[in-house]
């Protein structure tokens, strides 16, 4: 089943379709590293590093099989109402307050208008649900049924389904087979009951990287810490957050924020954020984690090499979608939406 991937970024939507079965027969993004990554793990995928304001559509049915498009999946850049960034208003007339990003919302939904796939799916962060009070999501609702799809969304944290991470993340997901729109099933909860799974801890998805660090090419070196981070980060205990009203006067500074929390062995990992360049702190370790280590929680494989400087690739880990949920949702839609009998597929680049 053919599907086009905007916003690709590291591919972590990517890696879970084709695992499922999908051929992509394009990804695009607006970013030099991400093409720099992409074209090194996926060289035979088409890649576009252009702006998406910029793309027309014949462009895309020239490169694709038009007539056999089954999907497009994707999410477009969610600076503009992160609940960790500034949150900004939808409104072009509020300027001091208006990010252009937000514009990209209505490009995906441009494509989807005109290219007509049978379904398409759009990711984002849970501070959509209650920006403008409600208003920006209805509204992009409402936009896609005006597109002619039958739509719904969900807030889904990937912990319940096995990924070793609590990550909320909202997904948008319509059809135009008159299908009614349904979400897989949880698998894993934090209180097992009816027959589902306890969440998976971080530990054994790391455990086997510690004292192997120094190896640029996996993406395994360590952030160089000062010696006065490394001293609050003996003070901080597992699973917990540094004490920050019990720190000597010489280690006491102004917000402290995630980067100062320590996983648990036990519990699955606070969300890959890369904030100020750094990961949370390793479960045993004084220092943060390394962008394999990150890669890792967030479930890609180890075959997956991510280009660019420590931050660039951090970034790039961050802002994905899991590829082990994108697996479990790209095989829902296969089964429930486009009614195809599940076939296992691995595909090698």
């Known amino acids: 089943m053919l599907i086009v991937d905007l916003f690709c970024g590291a591919g972590g939507l990517h890696i879970g379709f084709k695992e499922a079965g999908y051929r992509i027969g394009l990804s695009v993004d607006n970013n030099e590293n991400v093409k720099r990554t992409h074209l090194y793990n996926h060289p035979f995928v088409p890649f576009w590093n252009r702006d998406i304001r910029e793309i027309d559509t014949n462009e895309i049915r020239e490169v694709i099989d038009y007539e056999s498009l089954d999907g497009i999946i994707g999410g477009p850049p969610c600076q503009g109402f992160s609940t960790i960034g500034r949150r900004v208003s939808s409104k072009p007339e509020v300027r001091n307050t208006y990010d252009p990003r937000n514009e990209l919302v209505d490009e995906y939904i441009r494509l989807v208008r005109e290219l007509q796939p049978k379904f398409f799916l759009m990711e984002n962060v849970k501070g959509i649900l209650t920006w403008d009070k409600g208003e920006f999501i209805n509204n992009i609702i409402e936009k896609f049924k005006g597109?002619?799809?039958?739509?719904?969304?969900?807030?889904?944290?990937?912990?319940d389904y096995g990924v070793p991470q609590t990550r909320e993340r909202v997904f948008i997901l319509g059809n135009r087979l008159n299908q009614p729109?349904?979400?897989?099933?949880?698998?894993?909860?934090?209180?097992?009951?009816?027959?589902?799974?306890?969440?998976?801890?971080?530990?054994?998805?790391i455990k086997d990287l510690v004292n192997h660090e120094e190896d640029p090419g996996f993406n395994h070196v360590p952030l160089k810490h000062t010696e006065k981070n490394i001293e609050r980060y003996k003070l901080i205990p597992e699973g917990g957050r540094l004490p920050e009203d019990a720190l000597p006067p010489e280690l006491y500074r102004k917000n402290f924020g995630n980067t100062f929390k320590r996983l648990g062995r036990k519990k699955p990992a606070l969300t890959m954020v890369p904030g100020n360049d750094a990961f949370p702190i390793h479960p045993i370790l004084n220092r943060s984690l390394t962008v394999r280590e990150a890669a890792r929680i967030q479930t890609f494989p180890d075959n997956i090499i991510f280009k660019g400087n420590r931050r660039q690739q951090g970034h790039q880990v961050g802002n994905a979608v899991p590829p082990l949920f994108s697996k479990i949702l790209a095989r829902h839609i296969k089964e429930n939406i486009l009614k195809e009998k599940q076939l296992e597929f691995q595909f090698n680049d």
């Open 147 to 159: 597109c002619g799809y039958t739509v719904d969304y969900k807030l889904i944290n990937m912990a």
């Open 181 to 205: 729109v349904s979400f897989p099933a949880s698998t894993h909860s934090d209180s097992p009951k009816d027959g589902l799974k306890p969440w998976v801890g971080c530990w054994d998805s």
